[in-house]
Structure formats: structure tokens, C-alpha cells
T-cell receptor, first 116, second 117 residues
Framework: DTEVTQTPKHLVMGMTNKKSLKCEQH?????MYWYKQKAKKPPELMFV???????INESVPSRFSPECPNSSLLNLHLHALQPEDSALYLC???????????????FGPGTRLLVL | AQKITQTQPGMFVQEKEAVTLDCTYD???????LFWYKQPSSGEMIFLIY??????QNATEGRYSLNFQKARKSANLVISASQLGDSAMYFC??????????????FGSGTQLTVLP
């Protein structure tokens, strides 16, 4: 089973709203990732969690706040977003290098976010 | 400098024919991995195939094969017997940083493949 689930599929929010994106995997992966993807562009890495600890933050504005409550769950809390933050937000998970040779990242279906 | 280059923004192929999507990469690491992902219009990134830098044989997964030419730093994806459902954006990606606790992927700009009936 290589399934990563994401909720919600679609989200429309105003610039003063607070919302959260949720990602879940049950593959026993210990690395989880958030990506942002604009239309017709490749995904851009935002955050990486390893063993539930934030290991990479790609200079993402503080209006995006990640959280990893346990090894299966990854949240992205959104607050005071701008219209330019409208994008597809993808979650992914993978094994860590010390566990197996191939650390393929498996992606969820994404959340399409529109900020008005 | 771009680390992953996909020079074909768009490609067309007739149904049932084979198609090659180009990918070249740049790295000074000895250990790295190369991946291909498919992204239909629905948005999900679907893993297709993986090639490790030390793998001596080209990777194959069903109708997908990876033409790995290490000296040329190319990792082209070959799709045999194209189907209408293969119409999608295809991304080539590379994993570097063997010392990292979680390795980052660098993506190419993608190739939009359209399969014609």
C-alpha cells in the first residue's frame, strides 16, 4: 500500500481566515514533506519532517505553520494568507536513508487552495 | 544552474506508439537517485520509476523503462505502447545530499505529453 491521503481536496479561504490542511500515511515512513505547486510548474519544497522533527524549512513565510503530531500525520496550518498563496499543496512521505536504499517519495492527491 | 533539465515542454504521440521523454541532470555526487513522476490533470503525483546511480541495468516497470546513460548524465523515460490515459505532465527528479537525514528532490520543469487517438 503506497497511499498518502490529504484533506480537504479543495479549500477556499479569505485572507483573514485560519484553516488547516491534513496529510496521513500508514506506510511506516518516517519522513514527510509539504510542497507547493503553481500551475504548469514543478513542485517547490516547503518543509521536511524527519522522525516527527522539522528538519528543513525552505524559508517559508510564517503564515504557513507545519505540525507533525505523530509519525503518520502531517498538518499545515494556514493564517492570513495572500492571494498569491493560491496553489496545489502536495504532501509526500518516504523512508529515511538509513532504513532502505530507495527512498521514493509517495505523494498524496493534493489540496487545491484558493485565497480570495 | 539547473540541475534537472527537461527540454521538451510538450510532446505528442499516437496511441500504441512508443515515446521518449528527455531528462538530463547535473550533479557532482557519486550517489544519487533519479525518479520519474506522472501528474494527470487531477493533480496527484504518481511515482513511475526509479534509477539509482550505481544500478548497472536500466530500470523497467511495466510499459515504463528508463534509458540511463551515466556518462552523458541523461535519464530518459521511454513509454511503450502509449495509451490515452498516459496523457499527463511528466516530471524527472533527482535525489542528492547523501548525508542529509531526509533527502530533497529536485524536479525538472516537466513535459506535457498528449496521446492522440
Amino acid at each position: 500500500d503506497t497511499e498518502v491521503t490529504q484533506t480537504p481536496k479543495h479549500l477556499v479561504m479569505g485572507m483573514t481566515n485560519k484553516k488547516s490542511l491534513k496529510c496521513e500515511q500508514h506506510m511506516g515512513h518516517r519522513a514527510m514533506y509539504w510542497y507547493k505547486q503553481k500551475a504548469k510548474k514543478p513542485p517547490e519544497l516547503m518543509f521536511v519532517y524527519s522522525y516527527e522533527k522539522l528538519s528543513i524549512n525552505e524559508s517559508v513565510p510564517s503564515r504557513f505553520s507545519p505540525e507533525c503530531p505523530n509519525s503518520s500525520l502531517l498538518n499545515l496550518h494556514l493564517h492570513a494568507l495572500q492571494p498569491e498563496d493560491s496553489a496545489l499543496y502536495l504532501c509526500a512521505s518516504s523512508q529515511l536513508p538509513s532504513e532502505i536504499r530507495e527512498e521514493t517519495q509517495y505523494f498524496g492527491p493534493g489540496t487545491r487552495l484558493l485565497v480570495l | 544552474a539547473q540541475k534537472i533539465t527537461q527540454t521538451q515542454p510538450g510532446m505528442f504521440v499516437q496511441e500504441k506508439e512508443a515515446v521518449t521523454l528527455d531528462c538530463t541532470y547535473d550533479t557532482s555526487d557519486q550517489s544519487y537517485g533519479l525518479f520519474w513522476y506522472k501528474q494527470p490533470s487531477s493533480g496527484e503525483m504518481i511515482f513511475l520509476i526509479y534509477q539509482g546511480s550505481y544500478d548497472e541495468q536500466n530500470a523497467t516497470e511495466g510499459r515504463y523503462s528508463l534509458n540511463f546513460q551515466k556518462a552523458r548524465k541523461s535519464a530518459n523515460l521511454v513509454i511503450s505502447a502509449s495509451q490515452l490515459g498516459d496523457s499527463a505532465m511528466y516530471f524527472c527528479a533527482m535525489r542528492e545530499n547523501p548525508l542529509g537525514s531526509a533527502r530533497q528532490l529536485t524536479f525538472g520543469s516537466g513535459t506535457q505529453l498528449t496521446v492522440l487517438p
